[in-house]
């Protein structure tokens, strides 16, 4: 690695001092993990006598259902109606507000397949059933000790539903895994063998691999300094050839602590249900060894409370 570091960055502009939060890259590489180490997938441990945790949050089915005829009808005398109009020089894509109207009662929020003449949409299952999670990410303290292991743990298992979830607590337009954190005591681990997911996406279903935790420092994207800071932080970026963003803030990977990078939405506060601003813990990165795919092959980041860390995780896609 060439090129300045976050900390030599700092030096030049000290008014950046404040943002910088250590973190943890974890460079995973397929490989059997030792079941006592760091990791991301691989063998699972649980505290004996507990029971494997399943995902209590609501699934989303299939659901398609045949456009009535009548409604067939009133579909097609629409096109005909566009058809009308575009002879007689219209444009043949404007809709009367009442054509919109009919268009939209017939898709009723879904998709429409006009040659089975059959609406999509997904919908929530019924009767609503638990799903057992999968181990995504084992992590021993030493490895990320920066984190708010809360007192007596050192281990902390991060677990997720490997299916598509909507409306979840903390979370915007998400579309994707539920996450559970598990702070745990090694002591108290032992090897299990989790029940089998009743529904799962393959591309959430991880390769198991080792990692080589990297311990750095992060600054925060452009979205969340000062104009000035940022302006100052990219002045010496340039100096070196380089964009602040990636080079010198945000660092790529799958990451724990440090900054998430709002590259695709901007800045989207993740603020939890008792109003406390969330602290990001981990990025989930897309591809690489571990072959998981997030959102439209994404970055997933993982928030936590600071106030407490039982509240329900924040969840983002960039
Ligand atoms: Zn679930
Ligand atoms: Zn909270």
Redesign the pocket.
Known sequence: MTGPTPTELVAAVPGLAPYLRPATLLHPYAATPDPQASRIGGPALWPAGEPWPHCTAGHLVDEYREVPAADRAIWEGIDRALHERARAGGDPHVLTADEAAERRRIMDGGSLDLIGWRTHRTVPEQPAAGCALVPLVHLRAEDAPHLPWPEGTDRLQVLWCPDDHRDLPNTRHYYGPNVELHWQRGTDLAPTVPPAPRRSAERYLPTPCAVRPKQIVDLPDQDELPAELHDAAEEFAQRYGLEYHRALSCAEGWKLGGWPSWHSTDLVPVD?????R?VHLLTVDSGLDPGVSVGRFAELHVFV????LG?PVGLDLQ
């Open positions: 939890c249900g008792c109003g406390a969330m409370c600071p106030v407490d509240h």
